[in-house]
C-alpha cells in the first residue's frame, strides 16, 4: 500500500496563491470522491479544511479550495498569508473502504 | 466539546507487545467509524485502522495487518489499539480519530510509541 504523492515542498509570497498537488492511483483518487486535506502545524494534530474534494468544514477559510481532476487532487490556498505556513496532506478512500495518505507538502510563506 | 485523549503509549522493545487506548466525549460515540492514525517522526502521515460502530469488520493496512487490533467498548466510549510483534519501524506518535465518510474530522493529541532495544 503506497501513499498518494504529494511535492515535498511549495512556496509563495504573501497574497499569492499556490497549488498542491496529489497523486494517486485508479485503486482510490480516481474512482473516489473521498478525497480530504488536512492541515498540520508543528507539534499539533492536522485539521481537516476540504473534504470530498472541494467542500469546506464549518468555520474553515474560504482561502482553501479543492479540486480533482482524473488520479489528481489539489489543493489551492489564495491571499498566501504567514499562518497558512504549515504541513498540508491530502487523503482519499482506497477501493475496500480503507483511507491513504499522502507523504505531506511543507508550505513555506516567503 | 469534542475531545479524544489517547493513553498508553511508552518505549518496548522489538517484539513486544503494547495497548493503547482513546477515551472520547462530546458526540455520540457508539455510532460513529473510528480510526487510528499514525506519524512517523519527522514523517508523513499512515492510517492504520478503523473500526464500525458495530466493532466489526475492522480493516487495517497492509504494514500492520495481522500484528495490530483495534476494538470498541461503547459502553465507556473508550478506542483501543492492540499493538504485537512491534517494530523500531512502528515507532510514531499515533492518533485516535473520528471517522466520518472518509474523512477525520476530529483528532486527539496523539501518543508516542517508540519501538526500540
Known amino acids: 500500500q503506497s501513499g498518494l504523492t504529494q511535492p515535498p515542498s511549495a512556496s509563495g509570497s504573501p497574497g499569492q496563491s499556490v497549488t498542491i498537488s496529489c497523486t494517486g492511483t485508479?485503486?482510490?483518487?480516481?474512482?473516489?470522491?473521498?478525497v480530504s486535506w488536512y492541515q498540520q502545524e508543528p507539534g499539533k494534530a492536522p485539521k481537516l479544511i476540504i473534504f470530498e474534494v472541494s467542500k469546506r468544514p464549518s468555520g474553515v477559510t474560504d482561502r482553501f479550495s479543492g479540486s480533482k481532476s482524473g488520479n489528481r487532487a489539489a489543493l489551492t490556498v489564495s491571499g498566501l498569508q504567514a499562518d497558512d505556513e504549515a504541513d498540508y496532506f491530502c487523503s482519499s478512500k482506497r477501493t475496500g473502504g480503507t483511507v491513504v495518505f499522502g507523504g505531506g507538502t511543507k508550505l513555506t510563506v516567503l | 466539546e469534542v475531545q479524544l485523549v489517547e493513553s498508553g503509549g511508552g518505549l518496548v522493545q522489538p517484539g513486544g507487545s503494547l495497548r493503547l487506548s482513546c477515551e472520547v466525549s462530546g458526540f455520540f460515540f457508539s455510532g460513529h467509524y473510528m480510526t487510528w492514525v499514525r506519524q512517523a517522526p519527522g514523517g508523513g502521515l499512515e492510517w492504520v485502522a478503523k473500526i464500525p460502530p458495530s466493532g466489526t469488520p475492522q480493516l487495517y493496512a497492509d504494514s500492520v495487518e495481522g500484528r495490530f487490533t483495534i476494538s470498541r467498548d461503547n459502553n465507556r466510549n473508550l478506542l483501543f489499539l492492540e499493538m504485537s510483534g512491534l517494530r523500531p519501524e512502528d515507532t510514531a506518535v499515533y492518533y485516535c480519530?473520528?471517522?466520518?465518510?472518509?474523512?477525520?474530522?476530529?483528532w486527539g493529541q496523539g501518543t508516542l510509541v517508540t519501538v526500540s532495544s
Open positions: 480519530a473520528k471517522e466520518e465518510w472518509f474523512r477525520t474530522d476530529f
Open positions: 485508479s485503486s482510490d483518487i480516481a474512482v473516489s470522491n473521498y
